[in-house]
């Protein structure tokens, strides 16, 4: 197959349907399969932008030994590390197709991923966004299929305001929607692909393709535990996009109290639970402004008489809308 996609590349790389973006820092062990995986698929009219965000360990190099046999891979690096939203819009910067799809590389698509966008594309030329299904790749090397949610109807702001059931390694979605919307939020280090996909919701539907599109590689240095500073931010980017990005206009007030509540609680029990008492006091307060509940209340009471006997881990409450806070 590699043969067959160096002899086609010629002819599509004028105009490639499909561009796909990988961030890569320091995963020397794994971008050779991740790259390889895109070189692999059945649909030849692609290019590859691999971002290398600062790479110590011989990343680039790797990604430049197939970018010398593949005139369809570019290698774009960056001398410090920005974190994947400055990575994935400088690919986007990049960019050339008409349709953008998104590869980590520490994990492997399946050779018809393309192809089930290609076709899909084809089936619906109204849809603007389309995903598939994640499954996941152990250590041993077994698969492990994912869970099927939101896969037989299309979905909107409504499911994902609800959950974060999206992930940028199943979704293609047409350039042309972010003519009409700001890129990655760079100044988020996790949620920058919510964040997006938030703001997407108010212009595109999301249309289920039904089928795996990729793997998600489970290794030790990906093994994400929520923390209360994740579930803050997690619940401070829902906030903006309610307050400020236009989700409060197709969202109603009893949605957003509950998950608002919920993840706010959520992040005073993982700060509690790690040492760190008042910022919990700080989470369990705006959980409660939300919706005020029993479990809530009494963890309040609990933090608000450990804060002297708390630690601190270095890092700001993340902020990301201005309001009346209380102390």
């Known amino acids: 197959m590699r043969e067959t996609n160096r002899a086609t590349a010629n002819s599509e790389l004028d105009m490639p349907m499909f561009s796909v973006i990988m961030p890569c820092y320091n ?18 009219c692609w290019e590859l932008l691999v971002i290398d965000d600062g790479s110590t360990d011989g990343s680039a190099e790797k990604v430049q030994a197939h970018a010398d046999q593949d005139v369809r891979i570019r290698l774009i690096r960056q001398s410090r590390n920005a974190g994947p939203a400055a990575a994935r819009n400088a690919g986007l910067v990049a960019a050339r197709g008409d349709w953008l799809a998104f590869l980590d590389s520490d994990d492997v698509w399946y050779p018809t991923t393309l192809d089930a966008y290609r076709k899909a594309i084809t089936r619906r030329p109204a849809a603007s966004f389309f995903y598939g299904r994640r499954d996941r ?14 896969q037989d109807h299309p979905t909107g702001t409504a499911e994902l305001f609800g959950r974060m059931f ?14 009409r919307t700001d890129t990655f939020d760079e100044g988020l280090r996790s949620c920058e692909d919510y964040e997006l996909f938030l703001r997407l919701s108010l212009l595109t539907e999301f249309h289920p393709i039904a089928v795996s599109t990729g793997l ?24 903006r996009f309610v307050r400020l990005q236009g989700g409060g206009e197709v969202l109603s007030d009893a949605m957003v109290s509950r998950r608002l509540a919920r993840l706010y609680y959520a ?9 760190l008492p008042r910022k919990a006091l700080v989470a369990l307060r705006e959980s409660i402004r939300y919706r005020r509940n029993v479990k809530a209340s009494l963890m309040k009471a609990v933090c608000g008489i450990l804060p002297s006997l708390g630690s601190d881990d270095g890092r700001d409450i993340p ?3 201005d309001r009346d806070r209380e102390n």
Request: a positive charge; charged letters at 25%.
């Open 216 to 239: 998600r590689r489970r290794h030790e240095e990906n093994i994400s535990r929520q923390t209360g500073f994740s579930r803050f931010q997690e619940a401070e980017v829902l906030r």
């Open 166 to 179: 999206l992930s940028t390694m199943v979704v293609c979605f047409a350039r042309s929607l972010l003519d």
């Open 319 to 321: 902020w990301l809308t």
């Open 267 to 275: 992040s005073g029990r993982q700060y509690l639970k790690t040492g």
């Open 137 to 150: 790749l152990d250590a041993s090397g077994a698969i492990q299929k994912g869970p099927v949610q939101f």
């Open 27 to 44: 995963h020397v062990r794994y971008v050779d399969q991740a790259v390889s995986s895109v070189r692999d698929q059945s649909c030849n």
